[in-house]
């Protein structure tokens, strides 16, 4: 399990959340590795940070966090029913590689 945690992001920015001295966990991702791939079971961040998009560092966290366990594969899931929803716009972000 990954977090994306308040106090990495810039100071001047969420003062608005009156939170500076807290550990806040804004963003996460809950993964296994099965094998040589990493199954993320499930994504979910804080909406008060969305401005800040920590969804994205997140699965790039993650899947460092899988190919450094030797993962060959790194599978971010299911859709929201169609192609064109946004989680998949999300997931199309990262221009994945299919062999």
């Known amino acids: 399990?990954?977090?994306l945690f308040f106090k990495d992001i810039n100071r001047?920015?969420?003062d608005e959340f009156g939170q500076e001295d807290k550990e806040i966990?804004?963003?996460?991702?809950?993964?296994?590795?099965?094998?040589?791939?990493?199954?993320?079971?499930?994504?979910?961040?804080d909406e008060?940070?969305?401005?800040?998009?920590?969804?994205?560092?997140?699965?790039?966290?993650n899947f460092k966090?899988?190919?450094?366990?030797r993962c060959l594969w790194s599978n971010m899931g299911g859709v929201e029913g169609s192609l064109?929803?946004?989680l998949t716009k999300f997931k199309?972000?990262?221009?994945?590689?299919y062999q």
């Open 65 to 69: 966090w899988a190919f450094d366990r």
């Open 1 to 3: 399990m990954s977090y």
């Open 12 to 14: 001047e920015e969420f």
């Open 48 to 61: 008060r940070f969305k401005k800040f998009m920590p969804q994205y560092k997140e699965y790039v966290e």
């Open 92 to 97: 199309d972000n990262f221009k994945s590689n």
């Open 25 to 45: 966990a804004i963003a996460g991702i809950l993964s296994i590795q099965y094998g040589n791939t990493c199954e993320m079971l499930y994504a979910g961040m």
């Open 84 to 86: 064109d929803d946004g």
